[in-house]
């Protein structure tokens, strides 16, 4: 009998590197495991996580907005009321921002890997801009006639930000207002448990980005490997892992192993072109002998510690039926499975670039 698949084709019972036959995954490096690290695996996790009638238009924040949704000692936001699963608290915040800084590492210091030209004034979208602080440091970056605008459904941005920054509270799922072929650039990052229509989703960013235009979609899958087996498949991080995945495929989202395929088909499907799919393994711990996969690694450790709840406990409760408390039990052994750096676990982080063709432009759809 043959191995069990996901739904992106990866095989379910490997932890291995031949767990997937994604292709291009298969191009991204092993890691290699540093032979000096010191095991920390008493590093115990802290449990203690106590600590408008609106339709479609974009709309200014408002007082009621700021009106939280309180739940298993989180915040999570009132517009649209359980649209979005994850939380909108300090705590949360405070993990955006690391998510942030772990990704200008894992570019190099760049904060997109699409060719776009910051001499020239653009138009920029940050769509679920969260802390607002790409979209912050890409304002910086572009000159002062220059505009980059982060949407979302939580009024959680800075008041201050540079003059050529704004943020609009808007649900990414309704028609923009915004005009078509209006932007020079949309990035989009780590929206797969916001997003319920990706094809309607991906075909409006086609729609208000201007011909010629890019898009960048950032996206990391849920399930995690190890290329020697050091990962147990019944462990609690796997067993979470794979509840996440299950409660929010039940959601509508795209969760999934490596969603960098699916999206790409996607892209190609909306029109787009010179679509590139840029894939990278991340460590989840500080196990990598290179110094800055070590350094990466120790981001993703440190942003899992409220990430495994943020991720996990609206989604295990809300979706999963679970109690809160039992929710709780299980984001919190998937974190003290990650305190035994001898496991060599890692993910899949995929960035998908594309343009908008210019009219007439023939373009290839293979
Ligand atoms: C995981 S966070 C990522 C934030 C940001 N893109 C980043 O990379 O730091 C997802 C964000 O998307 C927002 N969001 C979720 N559903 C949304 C929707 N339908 N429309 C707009 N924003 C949404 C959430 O409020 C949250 O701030």
Redesign the pocket.
Known sequence: MSAPLDEDGANMTSTGRNSTDNATIHNVAAITVDPQIQYDIDNDVDTDYSDRELNDATFSVTSTIYNYREENGRTY?RY?DG??L?P?DEMEKDR??I??HM?LVLLEGHLTLAPIDTEKPLKVL??????G??AMAMADHLSEDSEAIG????P?QPGWVPANCRFEI?????EWTYDTNHFDFIH????S???RDWPAYISRLYDHLRPGGWIEI?EHGLRCYSDDGSFPLDSPLALYTEKLCEFGRREGFLVSSNPGNKLKEMVIQAGFTDVRHVPYNLPWGPWAEDERLKELGRWAFITFKTGAAAYGLALLTRVGGITGEDAQRICNDAINTLNDWRLHVYNFHHFIIARKPMPGEVVATV
Do not use: P
């Open positions: 936001h649209k649209a979005y994850m909108n955006l921002d998510v942030h990704y940050d769509v679920g801009t969260g802390t602080i790409w949407t979302d459904l939580s959680i808007d649900d990414a799922e309704n989009t990052r780590h929206l448990q916001s997003i950032a």
